[in-house]
């Protein structure tokens, strides 16, 4: 192996381990089934199959006749087919992560698929036309006239993706708008290397330069987020007032303590598992009540925290209205024999003249257990008659 290939491989390894420490991290320290994990490995898996197969396919090609032609025609295959995947996948995953899960309807899956579907037949049918790629007798690997196909479905989807971060761009923290744009055009920088000057394959190590960097920025915190359900927990306090304070000094800051009515009965009366889903529905009933300047979050148990950035203090109260009206949807799907309430204490004050920490925490938790009074005290009167 000369030392050029050496190199090569090198940096491609390199990749391949830090893609699945990544992979292995979301594991153990993601939820499963949240919709922003799935895709992130989704793009993940893409681009670890991108990677290795770009490495095995220059290696052969660098020597032709060491492998037959259908085996290279057949990797070859396999590498186009996934190609635009991470920058499709990377189109819904900025849509749910900007808009939520909501936004991504079916209609829209649809709009997200058809031009990688009409891909794919491409590539297909290029085994046999030649558009895109053509393998010769000899096992030599050569771009077709069409290989612009793929360029243009590829930085297609990363342009709307992009597109989608800039509009929705005051709606995002400085770390998501970091990650999200360097995602973006990292990759889309290497592609142009790669596009331009036939030879040099860097365009996935990009990404999984750029994957790295969204984990960090945007999908990892162990030590500041909730196993369950994924929501910041109370370490995360500090950084979150400090950073209120720094980049909205002339807000008002809204604080919403809550605390599930009953939980200890549901998990007596219909186990922990039960009591598990209870808690993934009263989070993301508030994760859609809140913005995404907005923080949610579980401080232990069954209680929760918001911490909303408002124009007026009278906007608190449309949260928390809005959390109501949220939750009443909750229970009408989930269906069960019981009716998943909660006891909220509210609060606000001005972002140049916030309280220590615990006074502000201690002040929305007596708050919250006025409200909870008032709900044993009208649960009691109703059982007495």
Request: hydrophobic share 50%; proline share 3%; glycine share 6%.
């Amino acid at each position: 192996m000369a030392l050029s290939d050496l190199y090569y491989v090198q940096v491609n390894i390199t990749s391949l381990l830090i893609l699945v420490i990544i992979a292995l991290r979301i594991q153990h320290q993601h939820p499963a089934g949240r919709l922003s994990t799935d895709l992130f490995t989704g793009m993940l898996l893409s681009n670890t199959v991108l990677v290795f197969l770009e490495m095995v396919l220059n290696l052969t090609i660098e020597h032709p006749g060491y492998v037959g032609r259908e085996i290279i025609l057949g990797l070859s295959t396999v590498f186009y087919l996934f190609n635009p995947a991470v920058s499709a996948i990377y189109v819904a995953f900025v849509l749910n992560w900007v808009k939520g899960k909501e936004a991504l309807t079916h209609r829209l899956w649809i709009t997200i698929m058809i031009p990688y579907m009409i891909y794919a037949l491409l590539v297909i049918a290029s085994c046999w036309t030649g558009y895109l790629f053509t393998v010769d007798a000899n096992g030599l690997y050569m771009r077709g006239e069409g290989f612009w196909v793929l360029v243009l479905t590829s930085y297609g989807y990363f342009i709307a993706a992009l597109g989608i971060v800039v509009y929705r761009w005051k709606h995002l923290r400085y770390a998501e708008r970091k990650a999200l744009l360097v995602f973006g055009i990292l990759p889309f920088v290497g592609g142009l290397i790669q596009t331009f000057f036939y030879g040099p394959a860097v365009v996935w190590n990009m990404v999984t330069i750029a994957l790295l960097i969204i984990y960090v920025d945007i999908l990892s915190g162990n030590l500041d987020s909730d196993a369950l359900t994924g929501l910041a927990n109370r370490r995360k306090l500090a950084p979150v007032l400090k950073a209120y304070r720094k980049e909205y000094p002339d807000k008002i800051l809204g604080g919403i303590m809550i605390d599930v009515n009953a939980f200890k009965s549901i998990n007596d009366t219909y186990g922990h598992k039960v009591g598990d889903e209870v808690l993934l529905e009263v989070t993301d009933t508030l994760n859609r009540s809140v913005y995404r300047t907005d923080h949610v979050f579980r401080l232990g148990g069954d209680e929760f925290l918001i911490l909303a950035v408002l124009s007026s203090a009278n906007q608190l109260q449309a949260v928390k209205d809005k959390i109501n009206d949220n939750l009443m949807f909750a229970n009408q799907r989930l269906g069960y024999d019981f009716t998943v309430s909660l006891s909220c204490g509210i609060n606000s004050w001005s972002m140049k003249q916030l309280p220590p920490m615990v006074d502000l925490v201690s002040d929305l938790d007596a708050k919250m257990y006025e409200e909870k009074r008032t709900y044993h005290a009208s649960t009691q009167k109703s059982a007495a008659i």
